[in-house]
């Protein structure tokens, strides 16, 4: 194998030397590879790595249950009847917004249903819903099916906005133009934060405000933004938002999601919910049948509909513990746009034909993961960096995914990445 220059080396052990982030990756488990040193993991978009401290946190809630059964839903460690509020404020912090404006419950997916239920309100000739062209499948399939349950046709008003002939990503300037030309068609924007293909951060500051400006309700789909990116849901106005945590967020596969409502919404009576008994207000909850009539709990915890799984949630703690212990989104972020940087960089060295990064060049419009379209055998490259130990991810036709998370990818991870990519490349070609 070739090494990387003398210099290129030196530097990326500088810049792991000054990294003050740089002991938070002994926080996590790497999964080992063949030769018994840990992979290089750049697939925190995918599945974030486990936190050491995940096993202690579950291992409490497993002695509660053991020791004190349903009492530990009152007299438990941290009590289960209040569970969820354990992460008001630290999820308000990683999304920027007022603690009383999120929840963690339930699934991406499912959040998305519960919040098209209140939110996707069509009226007249303004019952349309915009979408990107290459957004994740679940979105798709669950914005068609609100409109079909609406009695509407997902081919006619669905509109969908796609990058210029010859460019990847959508321009903000182009999405503002098409609300101001057809907002008055459009009811839901539903977008993406983090766009999962090309890596492209949008604008959701603008677009919500171009987006209200024409009486449009707005959504975002955060499952590649939260924890990747610094966010303020609040500031910017967004009516609604929900995310995964499995991903930048490293609470373990499927775990709990997370959901933004805006507090314009909070007591709003005339917006449709599905209602569940978590979602009543708390003070009567456990009056039951003697109150049948839903009372919702004030903001985003009045759409939770079941008790909160306990068992489920356990590993958000440890990793959102280690985001504060970080410093937060800002000092993450810092890191990230240097890593990534760095990242592309050393892809610009290989001065491979063919390579192109599709994610945006500018650090505004980019989290941490790049999106390399590969070219010609694209599979052939991919698999050998998985056989090299590498791990990161293909999406077709040609592109590798590799996201560099400042919480535990380090720079000399990276420029070995890129060193392997560029011997893949020569060796398959
Ligand atoms: C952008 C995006 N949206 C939605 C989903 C679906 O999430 P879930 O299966 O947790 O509902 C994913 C899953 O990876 C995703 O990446």
Same mark, same amino acid.
């Not at 079941?306 to 212990?325: H, I, K, T």
């Given at each position: 194998?070739?090494?990387?220059?003398?210099?290129?080396?030196? =530097?990326?052990?500088?810049?792991?030397?000054?990294?003050?982030?740089?002991?938070?990756?002994?926080?996590?488990?790497?999964?080992?590879?063949?030769?018994?040193?840990?992979? &290089?993991?750049?697939?925190?978009?995918?599945?974030?790595?486990?936190?050491?401290?995940?096993?202690?946190?579950? &291992?409490?809630?497993?002695?509660?249950?053991?020791?004190?059964?349903?009492?530990?839903?009152?007299?438990?460690?941290?009590?289960?009847?209040?569970?969820?509020?354990?992460? &008001?404020?630290?999820?308000?912090?990683?999304?920027?917004?007022?603690?009383?404006?999120?929840?963690?419950?339930?699934?991406?997916?499912?959040?998305?249903?519960?919040?098209?239920?209140?939110?996707?309100?069509?009226?007249?000739?303004?019952?349309?819903?915009?979408?990107?062209?290459?957004?994740?499948?679940?979105?798709?399939?669950?914005?068609?099916?609100?409109?079909?349950?609406?009695?509407?046709?997902?081919?006619?008003?669905?509109?969908?906005?796609?990058?210029?002939?010859?460019?990847?990503?959508?321009?903000?300037?182009?999405?503002? *133009?098409?609300?101001?030309?057809?907002?008055?068609?459009?009811?839901?924007?539903?977008?993406?934060?983090?766009?999962?293909?090309?890596?492209?951060?949008?604008?959701?500051?603008?677009?919500?405000?171009?987006? =209200?400006?024409?009486?449009?309700?707005?959504?975002?789909?955060?499952?590649?933004?939260?924890?990747?990116?610094?966010?303020?849901?609040?500031?910017?106005?967004?009516?609604?938002?929900?995310?995964?945590?499995?991903?930048?967020?490293?609470?373990?596969?499927?775990?709990?999601?997370?959901?933004?409502?805006? *507090?314009?919404?909070?007591?709003?009576?005339?917006?449709?919910?599905?209602?569940?008994?978590?979602?009543?207000?708390?003070?009567?909850?456990?009056?039951?049948?003697?109150?049948?009539?839903?009372?919702?709990?004030?903001?985003?915890?009045?759409? *939770?509909?079941?008790?909160?799984?306990?068992?489920?949630?356990?590993?958000?703690?440890?990793?959102?513990?280690?985001?504060?212990? %970080?410093?937060?989104?800002? %000092?993450?972020?810092?890191?990230?746009?240097?890593?990534?940087?760095?990242?592309?960089?050393?892809?610009?060295?290989?001065?491979?034909?063919?390579?192109?990064?599709?994610?945006?060049?500018?650090?505004?419009?980019?989290? %941490?993961?790049?999106?390399?379209?590969?070219?010609?055998?694209?599979?052939?490259?991919?698999?050998?960096?998985?056989?090299?130990?590498?791990?990161?991810?293909? =999406?077709?036709?040609?592109?590798?995914? %590799?996201?560099?998370?400042?919480?535990?990818?380090?720079?000399?991870?990276?420029?070995?990445?890129?060193?392997?990519?560029?011997?893949?490349?020569?060796?398959?070609?």
């Amino acid at each position: 194998m070739s090494r990387p220059s003398d210099q290129a080396l030196a =530097r990326a052990v500088e810049l792991d030397r000054e990294d003050s982030l740089a002991p938070f990756r002994d926080r996590f488990f790497l999964p080992a590879g063949k030769s018994g040193t840990a992979k &290089r993991y750049f697939c925190g978009n995918s599945l974030g790595l486990q936190p050491r401290s995940v096993a202690d946190l579950l &291992r409490q809630e497993l002695d509660d249950w053991a020791r004190l059964a349903v009492d530990a839903h009152f007299h438990g460690a941290t009590p289960w009847f209040s569970y969820h509020e354990v992460f &008001r404020e630290s999820m308000a912090a990683i999304v920027g917004a007022l603690p009383g404006e999120v929840v963690v419950m339930n699934s991406l997916t499912a959040n998305l249903h519960l919040m098209m239920t209140s939110f996707f309100r069509p009226d007249g000739p303004q019952r349309k819903i915009l979408v990107e062209e290459s957004a994740f499948p679940s979105d798709t399939y669950a914005v068609k099916s609100h409109l079909r349950l609406h009695g509407l046709d997902p081919v006619k008003d669905l509109i969908v906005a796609r990058p210029r002939d010859g460019e990847s990503c959508l321009r903000t300037a182009d999405l503002e *133009q098409l609300l101001e030309e057809r907002g008055s068609e459009i009811a839901l924007v539903m977008l993406p934060g983090v766009q999962y293909y090309t890596g492209e951060l949008f604008d959701i500051g603008r677009i919500t405000s171009a987006a =209200r400006k024409q009486g449009c309700t707005v959504g975002f789909d955060l499952a590649h933004a939260a924890g990747n990116v610094p966010l303020r849901l609040h500031d910017w106005g967004v009516d609604f938002a929900v995310w995964c945590t499995y991903k930048y967020l490293n609470a373990g596969p499927g775990a709990v999601a997370g959901c933004f409502v805006h *507090q314009r919404h909070e007591r709003r009576s005339d917006l449709p919910r599905l209602a569940g008994w978590w979602g009543n207000d708390p003070e009567s909850r456990f009056r039951m049948h003697l109150i049948p009539d839903f009372q919702p709990a004030d903001g985003a915890d009045g759409w *939770q509909l079941s008790n909160p799984p306990v068992l489920a949630l356990a590993p958000l703690r440890a990793s959102l513990g280690l985001f504060q212990e %970080a410093g937060g989104m800002e %000092a993450l972020r810092s890191k990230s746009i240097r890593l990534t940087r760095f990242f592309e960089e050393q892809i610009e060295l290989l001065d491979c034909p063919g390579l192109e990064v599709l994610t945006p060049a500018d650090p505004d419009r980019r989290g %941490a993961q790049l999106s390399i379209r590969i070219g010609q055998e694209s599979e052939k490259v991919f698999r050998f960096l998985l056989d090299k130990d590498f791990v990161v991810d293909y =999406r077709r036709p040609d592109v590798i995914r %590799a996201a560099p998370v400042p919480l535990y990818n380090s720079f000399q991870d990276v420029l070995e990445l890129c060193r392997c990519l560029g011997e893949g490349m020569g060796v398959v070609r």
